[in-house]
C-alpha cells in the first residue's frame, strides 16, 4: 500500500471548542453541573472536593482523571471520537480565551467597572464613566494598545438584572488588563484593604497577561516561568474569593466554573502554551467563512450555497498555498478576469480578493 500525502500524517493531539461545543458535541460534562462540571477533574459544585476551592491544597487536584481511570468510569462520554484505546481526557483542551476573556474577565472586568461609576467616584454613574472612559482612550493612545474598545461609555455595556459582565469581543477584553489597571490605581483609595486586595488583583492579572506574551514562541512554558505562572493564577483567584465575599451583597465579582478551567490551564502550561490552546484562530476562520457565505447566497437555489461557498474557499486556499512554492502569489479578479500582483486590494471590490488578503494579513 503507498502511503498517501508522501507519508505525512495527522495526530490528535488537542481538541479545542467552547463550552457548548464540549457539552452538545462532544457530551462531555456540562460546565454548570454540580455534579462534576470539568472533563479534566471529578471536581464538585460544593464538598470536599469543590471547584470553588483555588487553594493548592484543594481536593479536586488529587482526583484529577488519568487515561485508565477514565476509561473505566461509565458515566464517560460515549462520542466516536473518545474511542481510539490511545485517547486520554487530556486531550480535552481547556481554551484560555473561551475561559477568561470571554468569561472570568467579562465578569471581573464588570465589577470593577461597576464599582467604580457606582460607589469609588463621587459622580453620577453616566458621567464617572464617561471620566473613566477618558483616561482609558488615554491610556490606549498612550501605549498603542493594538486592539481597543470603540465605545465603553455606556452603563449597558456591563450593567446585568444580576450581577455585571461587561460586553466586547475576546481580544477587547484581553488588552483591557492594563487600562483598567491604570484607573484602578488612579482612583481606588489605598487606606481601604479592599481596595489594595483590587489592585492586586489586577496587577496579578497583567502579569499572567504578560507572561502570556514573553513566552509567545515557546511549545511549553519553561519551569521557572510555569511555576510563577500556576502561582500568580492561583495568587489571583484566592484573593478573588476574599473580594467576593467582601461583595456578597452589592451582587458584585461572580465566580463561576471558567475559573476553575484558568487553573487547569495555568496547571498544563509546563506542558502546553495557553497560546496554542487558545481559540482565536477558529473565531477569525468563523468571521471569515461568515461573510464568505454572505457573498454566496445572492441568486442561489437552496443548497446551492454551501457548494458555492466551498467552491470560492477552495480556490482561494489554491491560490493562497502557491504561495509556499513561489514568492509572487496571483490573484484572478473577478471583476476583469486578469491576474494580478495580490498584494492587498485595498478595494474589497471582490469577495474572492477579500477572502484571500484576510489569509495572508493573518499570518
Ligand atoms: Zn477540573
Redesign the pocket.
Known sequence: MRPLAGGHFGVLWGILGDLDYFSKVLNLPRSTLADG?????R?KGHGPVS?TDFRTGAG?RNV?WTAHEWRLWDGRSKCPLFQDPDFSPWLVSMDWMHAKYLGHDQQTYGSVLSLLVHFVLPGQPESNLEIIWKDIQSYYKRNQTPVRYKYLNRLSMFQRKTYPKLRGKAAEVKYLAGPLLHVWQKYHNPRLSIHRDILLYLKLNLQIEEQIVDNKDSLAFPEEEAVRFEESVTSMLLLLTRIAEHFLEENLFNITQKA??M??VALLARCISPRLLWCFMGEDMQKRMSTLAKSCVRGQRPGQTIFKLFQRYRLALHLRFRKHGSSIVTCKARNNGSFSDAKPCRSGKTNFCFLLHRSVSSD
Open positions: 462540571p470539568c472533563a479534566l477533574c471536581c471547584w479536586w484529577q476553575h478551567f487553573q487547569h
